[in-house]
């Protein structure tokens, strides 16, 4: 660990010092991913002035974790860092509990609108519309005698309007064989869809999204995709400047607003502009009611907070694909997923502001307030004499260009840039294209959610114990071995469901990673340039995010080329993690041997900074 001199002439460990509160520099560009904290606990071995007696006074300091120093200059493990008004209201108890699994709600219809699209935007069964005069002939007999294969072009050489109600099957069969097959075909005008396929009514059948209109149907999805990276630049910023409450639930009416308009809306146009003011403002809510729940507690409980907003999602995944099923229409899945916001903006009158962002403000008052409170609520008695004094903000000036001014920082930059890209794109490829790979879209789509929840669990704990390197490659290498079998059944009925297995155990893989990929990248960049090496990654998986709605067009030109493509991508990913370097594997007595390195001083600031990438 590099030492300086202090005023005396001596060596001391240099601690680097890092704020907890994200200020708009710090902000991820792209919510994709999920950070957690997950070093383990050094031993207790100076947690007698923690807990023991609050202070009286709350010294200059960073209040999320300031990297304290341990007895013989080295400096505390990040998780067991805390502060003034953790050791008020205690660092966690029944009141953060509550605080933090209320704002996880949150994540519910940013995980409905991200997924919804899966349904939505389904396709359907089509063909050229019959003459009224001619609907009762099946619909096989009018394409083969309108000459209509691509369902996009009808022959143009009979006129259908003269034909009455009475001609039989055998008079146009003969009408059709005395045209000939050479009649010019023009485009169809309308369309008609499949009524009895369990899809119901779609953006396909409301906008005739369908021959040279279907690519409409990706750039709905790409405009929510384009909303949420353009919400990703801004509402760090925003949540810094005007607080995290103000901006939570500002941002949580205006998604429950657009979210109910789509409902209503009848011009498609205008439903692109929704979509993406929609996007705008759900990344505005994840990263508000993240960056809220990790500061309302400090030290190791971090970790618990951010997983309490992971959680969730594969819930969610699981949710919409049944409401999708029961609805079968998209109007209807919209009003569904649009109807939680309402009851979550009465939590205003719950969830309180940060303490830790008021204090950081100088709102003095407004602290007391809430910490006692929040004390009353976990049964702790405040001392009489307690004084809070507002931190000392620090400001980083480091920007993109110090990511490549050594080897080691231009060697990890271009890898990781590779790797979130990869793993965004093989991740939202799957599952944001569950109702192109066969079978029961709303099944496939349960399972999807369902193994996502043991993934994240398994990845969580083992990234604890072992090193992450040769874990984080292999979850990607057997997400591609996965995607490959896959491709080696695809155009197979017989092994659709061995496709589908596959599938999920590509998903499992491929979830595995992406818990772990935010926590590799934080441990392995220097602390003062974490923030910027973080937001330049998600602008790579934000670039990934937005081509993953057309990722479905490869069918078109290969039955088999989506899932190469994610089978290549995963095999890349795999292979550029072997470039980057192994992290160590902290135990109890490294901890206290040395108090935790340079490079985790600051994963509480980190933590909350990546963690407002996975939900959207």
């Not at 519309?129 to 009808?154: F, G, T």
């Not at 999708?324 to 569904?336: K, R, V």
């Not at 789509?445 to 193994?451: E, F, T």
């Not at 590509?506 to 937001?535: C, D, H, Q, W």
Request: aromatic fraction near 10%.
């Amino acid at each position: 660990m590099p030492k300086r001199q202090n005023h005396d002439g001596n060596s001391e460990l240099d601690l680097d010092v890092e704020l907890p509160l994200l200020s708009s520099q710090e902000h991820p560009k792209i919510p994709l991913c999920i950070m957690h904290d997950t070093g383990k606990p050094s031993p207790n071995t100076n947690t007698n002035t923690k807990t023991n007696t609050p202070p009286t006074q709350a010294t200059p300091q960073s209040p999320v974790a300031i990297a304290g120093k341990a007895p013989g200059g080295a400096s505390a493990d990040d998780e067991d860092e805390t502060d003034v008004i953790g050791d008020l209201i205690g660092h966690y108890g029944k009141w953060q509990l509550v605080m933090t699994v209320l704002l996880s709600l949150f994540q519910i219809p940013n995980t409905f609108h991200i997924s919804s699209s899966v349904y939505q935007a389904a396709n359907k069964d089509f063909w050229c519309q019959r003459p009224e005069n001619l609907q009762h002939l099946p619909v096989d007999v009018w394409r083969n005698i309108s000459n209509s294969s691509d369902n996009c072009h009808q022959r143009d050489d009979i006129n259908w309007s003269q034909l009455g109600n009475e001609t039989t099957l055998t008079q146009l069969q003969q009408l059709s064989n005395g045209a000939g097959n050479d009649g010019e075909l023009v485009a169809c005008q309308s369309w008609e869809y499949e009524t009895n396929d369990n899809v119901g009514n779609t953006w396909t059948s409301e906008w005739d999204l369908v021959c040279d209109r279907e690519h409409l149907k990706n750039v709905a999805e790409m405009f929510f995709l384009l909303g949420v990276a353009t919400g990703g630049i801004i509402s760090g910023y925003l949540s810094d400047k005007f607080g995290r409450k103000t901006m939570l639930f500002i941002s949580a009416v205006l998604q429950t607003i657009f979210g109910l308009w789509l409902y209503i809306c009848s011009s498609f146009n205008l439903y692109l502009v929704l979509r993406a003011l929609l996007g705008l403002v759900s990344v505005s809510v994840t990263y508000s009611g993240l960056i809220l729940a990790i500061e309302y507690v400090d030290g190791k409980w971090r970790t618990i907070a951010g997983m309490y907003n992971l959680f969730p999602l594969p819930i969610c995944y699981m949710i919409i694909s049944g409401l999708a099923y029961l609805t079968q229409d998209y109007q209807n899945l919209q009003l569904c997923i649009g109807l939680p916001g309402i009851f979550l903006c009465f939590l205003w009158f719950v969830v309180p502001e940060s303490p830790r962002w008021l204090l950081v403000k100088g709102r003095i008052d407004e602290v007391r307030r809430i910490i006692e409170s929040a004390a009353k609520f976990n049964g702790r008695q405040l001392p009489a004499d307690y004084q809070l004094t507002p931190p000392t903000q620090e400001s980083s000036s480091q920007d993109f260009t110090y990511l490549f001014r050594s080897g080691y920082l231009r060697r990890i930059s271009i890898c990781f840039l590779c790797i979130w890209f990869t793993m965004n794109l093989v991740y939202y490829g799957i599952i944001l294209n569950m109702s192109s790979f066969g079978g029961n879209v709303y099944l496939n789509s349960a399972l999807a959610g369902l193994v996502e929840v043991p993934a994240i669990a398994v990845a969580m704990y083992i990234i604890t114990k072992v090193g992450k390197k040769w874990l984080f490659c292999a979850t990607l290498i057997c997400s591609g071995v996965a995607c490959f079998c896959a491709a080696m059944t695809e155009g197979r009925e017989d092994m659709l469901w061995l496709k589908i297995t596959f599938l999920m155990m590509g998903k499992f893989t491929i979830s595995a990673g992406n818990t772990i990929m935010p926590v590799y990248t934080a441990e392995l960049y220097p602390t003062p340039i974490r923030n910027v090496g973080v937001g330049a990654c998600n602008l790579a998986a934000g670039l990934a995010l937005i081509l993953t709605p057309y990722l479905s067009l490869l069918n078109k030109i290969e039955g088999h080329l989506l899932m190469t493509i994610l089978t290549a991508w995963s095999f890349f990913g795999g292979f550029v993690v072997l470039f980057l370097p192994e992290t160590a594997v902290r135990n109890k007595t490294t901890a206290t041997a040395s108090g935790g390195s340079s490079q985790q001083n600051a994963n509480a600031n980190v933590n909350a900074s990546a963690n407002a990438a996975k939900q959207v």
